[in-house]
């Protein structure tokens, strides 16, 4: 990756603002799930609760699809003209699409039933977004307008009029008491939901705004525009504080991952590129494809990032495979083990397969027959669907070793081992059959002899590997769904191959 750094002086603040211009010459990421549509789609949303992705088409219908399974569940028909706008409440239990025919429509999502038709706007309705409670829908129009509805009733309770031209972004802070909307007059402007008062006006774009977006924690709003660029603003203060320029067009949708300071921006050029709002770098890069991104979403645990655009497709990444470990450092730590408690509870057996030891600072597995896999479960006996294993572990001779999850029983289980040449694999058993998901594929820069850190993150079918550190490969296992995590040692053409475990780091999701 090549970096160029400028210092630019804001025409709005004193402080100088720090761009960093990346060209990223990362391979693109395949994604999990690629849903089809007939025309472009113009606008996603996610939701983990309900476990389905909306998204909204130009063919004048919405359609749900199953997060884990990528499967259509539902069309959404009674727009008469073109979807330009999806959201789901909080608690997924409703979906809202806006559109070009100037009604939004609330649907329940288990049903497919229309709860409300929302009229009153005069231009398309080209953004949405729930309040964090889910008791307000903000509708953005090309009215100039925005309206706020309960969304239990339908009924309107406030319009907000300030723009001068087509409002085409809108978002709510975190505490739902702010309301952030983008013009195509350029601004930015800041809302009090409960008296509609306004509060604060940015200005700094030289093009049409198109999207908002506040950060996890409230404090930061990021823009993007038609200039290409996405801008950072200080929410107090109203002060710009980073510029981000990468993009080679238009920026048209931006989306802040929960619980970190990764931003997410979809561009006309066809790539979605992921900064730091810390440092203002670019940590990763997507070509979706030729054909303009139009919008974005992330799910509210950071699992998964969707986007929609004019190649009339869907896109749905595990964000395991982008090596951001979106949320990773917030799941919950549920073992560490350095393996000095003798009583810890571990396996310590012998017999004609294997001999399982724990020594003070070491776990030993050793294998006694050729052809042969031995494991050795956690203690305790936990079953887990969503999980992250990280072990260090040497070899001592030849075979495989590694870590297994969702371990149900011998015949169903996902297996992640490496081999002392530097060559690892991903299996799966499945009633019985084995099938291979990864078959010896080296390890870049391997140091042999050495001790090596494995770690395996499972979150839904979507599988990362990763090998001191490194991403090695992320893959889509749709079975086993859950099990018990295992330690696993397994001998090739010859016995007395043993594996020494020195750490071990388990984690799970934490729900948001």
């Known amino acids: 990756m090549v970096r160029v750094r400028v210092l630019q002086a804001c025409l709005y603040c004193s402080a100088l603002t720090v761009v960093w211009m990346c060209v990223s010459l990362q391979a693109s990421v395949p994604p999990t799930w690629t849903f089809g549509h007939p025309q472009e789609v113009r606008d996603v949303a996610v939701s983990s609760e309900a476990g389905l992705v909306a998204t909204a088409c130009y063919d004048t219908r919405a359609r749900l699809w199953d997060l884990e399974s990528g499967r259509l569940r539902a069309t959404l028909e009674g727009h008469s003209g073109r979807v330009l706008a999806v959201d789901f409440s909080p608690d997924g239990r409703i979906v809202a699409t806006g ?36 008791a307000l829908l903000a509708s ?13 009733s339908g009924a309107l309770i406030r319009e907000l009029i300030g723009h001068a031209w087509v409002v085409a972004g809108v978002a709510f802070s975190p505490a739902g008491d702010v309301l952030a909307t983008g013009s195509w007059d350029r601004t930015i ?8 008062e ?84 670019q940590v990763s890069h997507l070509q979706q494809s030729q054909a303009r991104v139009m919008s974005l979403a992330f799910s509210s645990d950071g699992a998964w ?67 042969t896999i031995v494991w050795s479960r956690l203690p305790g006996a936990v079953s887990h669907s969503d999980v992250s294993v990280e072990a260090t572990l040497r070899a001592i001779g030849w075979g495989e070793m590694g870590l297994m999850i ?64 490194k991403l090695l490969e992320t893959t889509h296992v749709s079975s086993p769904d859950g099990g018990e995590v295992s330690l696993c040692v397994a001998s090739l053409g010859e016995p007395s191959f043993a594996v020494e475990f020195t750490r071990l780091i388990v984690r799970v999701p934490i729900d948001p």
């Open 198 to 281: 306004l509060l604060q006006t940015m200005i700094g774009h030289e093009n049409f705004v198109r999207g908002v977006a506040f950060s996890a924690d409230g404090t930061m709003i990021a823009s993007s525009s038609w200039d290409g660029t996405v801008r950072l603003w200080e929410r107090a203060s109203g002060r710009e504080v980073l510029v981000l320029l990468g993009h080679a067009g238009a920026v048209f949708s931006i989306a802040f991952a929960p619980r970190s300071d990764v931003l997410a921006s979809s561009s006309v050029d066809g790539t979605i590129r992921l900064w730091s709002t810390s440092t203002g770098e």
């Open 189 to 196: 402007r800041l809302w009090d939901v409960g008296t509609g």
């Open 406 to 469: 969702r371990f149900v029983d011998r015949d169903n289980f996902v297996l992640f081992t490496v081999r002392p040449d530097g060559h690892y694999r991903l299996q799966v058993r499945s009633e019985g059959a084995w099938r291979s998901m990864s078959e010896w594929n080296e390890i870049p820069d391997y140091a042999q002899g050495e001790p090596v850190e494995m770690r395996v993150t499972a979150r839904g079918p979507a599988i990362s590997l990763h090998v001191d550190g």
């Open 140 to 152: 953005a129009c090309a009215d100039r307008s925005v309206r706020l509805w309960d969304a239990g």
């Open 305 to 371: 990032l969707v986007s929609g655009g004019y190649d009339h497709a869907a896109h749905v990444w595990s964000t395991l495979s982008l090596d951001l470990d979106l949320g990773l450092a917030q799941w919950e730590t549920v073992l560490v083990d350095d393996f000095t408690d003798l009583t810890r509870g571990w396996y310590v057996h012998e017999d004609e397969l294997a001999h399982w030891e724990h020594e003070r600072g070491i776990y030993r597995i050793a294998v006694r027959r050729p052809q």
């Open 99 to 134: 559109s070009s025919d100037r009604t939004a429509r609330v649907w329940e999502v288990q049903s497919g039933q229309l709860l409300h038709l929302l009229e009153g706007h005069q231009g398309d309705i080209v953004a949405l977004a729930f309040s964090p409670d889910g």
